[in-house]
């Protein structure tokens, strides 16, 4: 079955630095990745959809890139700052409808002063 | 444009009751999909709707339903609620359109079953 692995333990940077968070899958060929963030005791919110085609997605200090031989994603944040802090999810849409989108266990950041 | 609404934002039950959530989507989206969150499992599917009719489902009990009226607004219902029902319940809602669309999640009901 589909699986979807992140970082299980928490990331802690420093302020100014860049984050990275990744995201490996097994046993599927996906068209697209998408990555959210969620704050404690909110929804996931999305930050950035990749497509197979596409190697690399910028949207101001985020950056992701997805290998498809590696079946990896990488997601940055470059110039990381406190109000990063949050839980990130990688996720998957496995059916083919975009609603049903299969979603990794997160990696929590804490970016320090 | 006003985002998900879910309510309420808190539930306390306790086991063997049913309880029913309610959501609403952004206006203008026909689709709702439905998400429990525990830190046990994480985020996992449980249905989705379109156009009042369930369009996809996910591995839970027939104790998990919903369904979803005229103006889109969801609701799901979950009966003989047990202790391992305790979870967030999220919704989120898409033009649901085609591939590759963001979901936009309201802030979850918190559901605690005593």
């Known amino acids: 079955s589909q699986k979807i692995e992140q970082n299980s333990e928490a990331l802690n940077i420093q302020e100014g630095k860049t984050a990275t968070l990744t995201c490996n899958y097994t046993?599927?060929?996906?068209?697209?990745l998408q990555w959210y963030r969620q704050d404690p005791g909110r929804g996931p919110v999305f930050l950035l959809l990749?497509?197979?085609?596409?190697k690399e997605k910028r949207k101001e200090r985020l950056k992701v890139t997805f290998d498809t031989t590696l079946k990896q994603s990488l997601f940055h944040i470059t110039a990381s700052q406190p109000a990063d802090s949050a839980t990130y999810l990688c996720?998957?849409?496995?059916?083919?409808?975009?609603?049903?989108?299969?979603f990794g266990t997160g990696t929590r950041l804490q970016v320090t002063l | 444009k006003a985002g998900v609404t879910q309510t309420p934002r808190y539930l306390i039950k306790t086991r063997g009751q049913q309880v029913t959530l309610s959501c609403s989507p952004i206006?203008?989206?026909?689709?709702v999909s439905w998400y429990q969150q525990t830190p046990g499992q994480g985020l996992q599917f449980l249905f989705e709707?379109?156009?009042?009719?369930?369009?996809n489902k996910g591995n839970f009990p027939g104790r998990f339903s919903g369904r979803q009226f005229s103006n889109s607004r969801s609701e799901m219902n979950v009966s003989t609620l047990e202790l391992g029902d305790s979870a967030l319940y999220l919704c989120?809602?898409?033009?649901?359109?085609?591939?590759?669309?963001?979901?936009?999640f309201g802030s979850g009901t918190q559901l605690s079953v005593l």
């Open positions: 989120a809602s898409s033009a649901g359109q085609g591939t590759g669309e963001k979901l936009f």
């Open positions: 046993n599927y060929s996906p068209a697209y």
């Open positions: 990749i497509r197979e085609n596409e």
């Open positions: 996720a998957l849409d496995l059916s083919g409808t975009a609603s049903k989108l299969t």
């Open positions: 206006s203008g989206h026909r689709s």
């Open positions: 709707y379109f156009s009042e009719t369930q369009r």
